[in-house]
């Protein structure tokens, strides 16, 4: 798929969103392939069928909708494709498209999906469609203003990730019942700074917490000790995709 490629009329300012530990000049540079959409129109990279790999739905059939863009640069990011890669498309054409599929569960991804206010409009087309929808959000951006029935997938960066510092604490607090929270773990100080995070924000009597090992850095055997000997109620994760499929698979 080409990088995004914008009608050179359309001058549609960038959102207003709250933006944390990124220097402007790098973040209007992230930002640039879905700076200049027409109004009412979203950058999409895919729209596709599989079975969700992740949280409390994995196994299920789900509808993937992945956004363009994300103002982060994660070590282990697996969608990098979606950073500028893309298609210019109505929000009520997105829609359509995934009504289309019959499929009750859909997931709102990407790329940091948070980014572009157009997804606003499309969560709520979806959710009064009926759908059950998963927003999945880096945890960087302000989840105020998402619709109480989209359950978010809220990622912590661990340091291990590089973005540490990006994390929109705030949004910890805001978690609601079907919710979930993620933390991808690369090494053991990974594990040792979540279980702060998690006991700051009482976050296993809130919602489930998801371990979730970075692929191929963490021995899976030695993650899930660290999870049984820390004596709190985590739910180890794999990602079933990437079992199920080329761990570099696009559009599963
Ligand atoms: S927030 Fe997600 S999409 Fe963005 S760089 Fe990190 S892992 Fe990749």
């Not at 109505?90 to 499929?103: C, M, S, T």
Request: glycine residues 8%.
């Amino acid at each position: 798929m080409p990088d995004v490629e914008h009608p050179s009329s359309t001058n549609a300012p960038l959102e207003q969103v709250t933006i944390h530990g990124i220097e402007p000049a790098l973040l209007n540079q992230r930002l640039r392939p879905i700076a200049k959409r027409p109004p009412g129109s979203l950058v999409i990279h895919e729209i596709y069928r599989s079975l969700q790999g992740e949280g409390t739905h994995a196994g299920l059939p789900c509808v993937f909708v992945r956004l363009t863009g994300c103002h982060l640069r994660c070590g282990y990011c697996d969608s990098p494709h979606a950073f500028t890669q893309g298609e210019v498309r109505p929000v009520q054409e997105v829609i359509d498209a995934v009504l289309q599929f019959e499929d009750r569960l859909v997931q709102i991804t990407g790329g940091e999906p948070l980014l572009q206010a157009e997804v606003y409009p499309l969560m709520r087309a979806l959710a009064d469609a009926g759908r059950t929808l998963l927003l999945e959000t880096s945890g960087a951006v302000d989840t105020s203003q998402v619709d109480p029935r989209v359950r978010v997938i809220l990622d912590v960066k661990t340091p291990g990730s590089g973005e540490v510092q990006a994390n929109h604490w705030p949004n910890l607090d805001r978690l609601k019942t079907g919710d979930e929270v993620k933390f991808i773990i690369c090494d053991q100080h990974d594990f040792e700074w979540s279980l702060k995070i998690i006991d700051r924000y009482n976050l296993t009597n809130r919602v489930p917490v998801l371990i979730s090992p970075c692929f191929g850095k963490i021995n899976l055997e030695k993650l899930a000790s660290l999870v049984i000997d820390s004596g709190r109620f985590l739910r180890l994760q794999v990602q079933l995709h990437k079992i199920l499929w080329d761990p570099n698979q696009r559009g599963v």
